[in-house]
């Protein structure tokens, strides 16, 4: 199994505006399981606020490589991704074997 992780920061820094990012990331993620057969299991997970971490992880699980490749590819994936680019500032991953 393969396992995908990835963690933002974003743009918002405080208030309203953070907690609707972590919302909208959230449902938007979310809203893929239904729509791209690779996902095994996803979960989004906001930070508890703890000074100097990232705001929000992803953790996805796939059967394979080419599972994760597939769902990186995927139309909705892509989707995804913009709108998760248009509210944050940074981005870091990492896949490996579980």
Do not use: C
């Not at 938007?28 to 705001?55: C, H, T």
């Amino acid at each position: 199994m393969i396992r995908h992780v990835v963690i933002w920061e974003l743009l918002a820094t405080e208030g309203p505006e953070k907690a609707a990012a972590k919302i909208t990331i959230t449902e938007a993620l979310e809203s893929l399981v239904p729509k791209i057969f690779q996902i095994r299991a996803l979960s989004v997970n906001p930070d508890v606020g703890v000074e100097g971490n990232w705001d929000i992880s992803l953790t996805a699980d796939f059967d394979s490589i080419d599972d994760l490749l597939a769902y990186k590819r995927h139309p909705e994936h892509v989707i995804v991704g913009g709108v998760i680019r248009s509210l944050t500032i940074r981005r870091a991953a990492i896949d490996f074997e579980v």
